[in-house]
Structures are given as C-alpha cells and as structure tokens.
C-alpha cells in the first residue's frame, strides 16, 4: 500500500556560488550533512528491521537482532559525530554562520542540550568501542556469559537449506546481554532500557541541531540580502510513491527467485 506524496525539492548551490565558500566551510556543511543523513539512515533502519507483530518466535528473534545490529552502529554513529562537532572547524562554522541567523540563542542552546544529554550517556564510548565498531573481546562478554550461564541458557542456532538462513540465535543473546551489562553492571534489563531511551533522545537533540543549523544557513543563501543575486536554486522534485512506514519491516528469512 502506498500513499500520496507532499512535493519535495531540490536545492542547489551553484558552482561559483559554492567556491566562493571557504574550504572549512564547505568540510563543515558537508561534514554535517553527511552525520545528519547517517542519523536519519541509521534510526530508519533500527526501526523497520526489528520483528513484525505477526512474527513466529524464531523470526522475532532474528528481527530483533538485526534491529540491535542497527541501534549498536547508531549509538557509535552518534559518538562520532560529536567528536567531529567538537573540532574547531566545525564548531566554528556553527556559531559564527549558523547560530547569529537562529532566534535569540536557539542554536547554542540546541548545542548544549546535545552536550549535556551526552554527559549521562557516559556508556557510548564503551559501547563504540566494545560492542559495535570492534568486536567484543572474552573479556568484554565475560559478564553476560556468566550471566547465561546463571540462567542456564543453552546453545541454540538455527539452520536451513541456504547458508544465508543459518542463524547463531543464542549468540545475539551474548551480543546483547553483553551491551546492556557494559550500560548497567548490576542488572541488564535497566541497562537495555536506558539505551532505548537515551539514544532516542541524544539522537532528536543531533539531527534538531544539524537540521535546523543548516536550514538557517541555506535559508540565508536564498535570501540574498543587499539586493544580490540569488545563490541557491530551487527545482521542484518529480513525484514518486512512498511504501507505507509503519507496516514495512526488513525480514532476515526470505525467498529469492532463482537467478
């Protein structure tokens, strides 16, 4: 099922307008818009790859684990991006070309509600570095495997006629367990349920700031004050059809035809 569309458009900088940019400058916006667009990736695909709400219990399982996949990569995208918000360029670009456009402290503000919600998520840079962007080592799991076997969980994998349909179900059971003990030490349900609100928030407050940062940068170019010609173009985009959001989900077990 599909739905009819708003219209969408292109904006354009041209050539000799963005040459007249200066480099840091246009590392800045591209910079930007580059982590604003992973961001936006990354929590699109957290969401449409868990498990539906029809799914049979091994396909909940492996719904979850590539949603889980996608929350670890967007907890070190969000990592990154404020140690890349942090360099001098960057930061630079944001309070002396973006913000004196922005409302009366609106950009620093944004600015300092992303930093300051960073503060009580000291866990992303273990994260980062433990649990996604590098695999964990036997002492990164050591927890959650003497957490499995408290629990007295067994081994399980499942198995199918294509290699692509095996599936290690029990070690995404460790991939978690081992991420949420890294969040809170002392019990791994409150430390999945901190990542799940935590990073919902950090992320809004990131994209807020990004978006809103260059939408008053552009607005500004197309504006043109003093009389000038106009710097940025606007062409409007041909429509297309949109799959409906809420009803698609990513399946890890599926059929391909026979090529």
Known sequence: MVSDEDQLVRLKVPTGAWEEISATDRYSILILGHIYNELMILQRATW??????????????????QMMFFARMLCSKIYEAQTVIKKPQVLSFLRDRCFPLMED????RELNAF????KTSAWLAKVRNKHSMHYPTFGDWSPAIAEMTTRKMPFEYIAGHYTGESFFLTSE??????????????????????????IKEI?????????????EYLVALWESPNGKPQKLQRKLV??????????????????????
């Open 48 to 65: 449409f790859s868990g498990p539906a709400d029809t799914a049979t219990p091994v396909e909940q399982n492996a719904g979850s684990a």
């Open 105 to 108: 402290g609106k950009g620093e």
């Open 115 to 118: 930093f300051e919600r960073l």
């Open 173 to 198: 059971h460790a991939a978690n367990l081992g991420l949420y003990l890294t969040v809170n030490p002392d019990d791994w349900k409150k430390g999945g349920a901190e990542i799940a609100n935590e």
């Open 203 to 215: 992320a809004r407050l990131l994209g807020a700031l990004i978006n809103n940062s260059m939408n």
């Open 238 to 259: 041909k429509k297309f059809k949109r799959v409906e959001f809420d009803g698609f989900r990513l399946p890890y077990f599926f059929k391909m035809k026979k090529r």
